[in-house]
T-cell receptor
């Protein structure tokens, strides 16, 4: 168990709908990363938050957004869903600051499997 | 941006043999190189990492080597066991607060008993 939790485990929804995925980082970690994993694209970085602020953006679609709350949990919102959005969505957390023990090490949650029908 | 190539895509070995997975990267600014193991349907798990100020790191049966000049790094697993069967991902990232990793495409390691 990495200490990172994600809900829900599975989500089945229809095209055009909107869903919210939730992530709670390990205790003490300030940084949260979101990834999409599909068979043909591998692990793709979406977005990073550090202590409530957006820090880096990757290949995140405009239909997707995220935020990190004061208690450091994060939510990933996916809207106008398409069949191609079906994938495993992982969040990971890390210490997030230089000088912190284990800086750079990321610990992944169990993932949310999203199926768009 | 960074580009990470990983080889082979599939590796089949007999129990007790060694396994080697190789990765190359393109951005000379990258200085943190983690390796993740992902079992089917599970989360990626950090198994070992190396930073650019060292050339080799070992943890029991697992070792990682880094050649910054050639921009390649490798994962070595000795005395493989069936429970080592999984997909292994290498990654490269740059320090400076974000550590956003670029992942290789993964190597499916199969250890036959």
């Amino acid at each position: 168990d990495s200490g990172v939790t994600q809900t829900p485990k599975h989500l089945i929804t229809a095209t055009g709908q909107r869903v919210t995925l939730r992530c709670s980082p390990r205790s003490g970690d300030l940084s949260v990363y979101w990834y999409q994993q599909s068979l043909d694209q591998g692990l793709q970085f979406l977005i990073q938050y550090y202590n409530g602020e957006e820090r880096a953006k990757g290949n995140i679609l405009e239909r997707f957004s995220a935020q990190q709350f004061p208690d450091l949990h994060s939510e990933l919102n996916l809207s106008s869903l398409e069949l191609g959005d079906s994938a495993l969505y992982f969040c990971a957390s890390s210490v997030g600051f230089e000088g912190g023990a284990g800086v750079g090490e990321q610990y992944f949650g169990p993932g949310t499997r999203l199926t768009v029908t | 941006g960074e580009n990470v190539e990983q080889h082979p895509s599939t590796l089949s070995v007999q129990e007790g043999d060694s396994a080697v997975i190789k990765c190359t990267y393109s951005d000379s600014a990258s200085n943190y190189f983690p390796w993740y193991k992902q079992e089917l349907g599970k989360r990626p798990q950090l198994i070992i990492d190396i930073r650019s100020n060292v050339g080799e790191k070992k943890d029991q049966r697992i070792a990682v080597t880094l050649n910054k000049t050639a921009k390649h790094f490798s994962l070595h697993i000795t005395e493989t066991q069936p429970e080592d069967s999984a997909v292994y991902f290498c990654a490269a990232s740059e320090a400076g607060g974000s550590y956003i990793p670029t992942f290789g495409r993964g190597t499916s390691l199969i250890v036959h008993p």
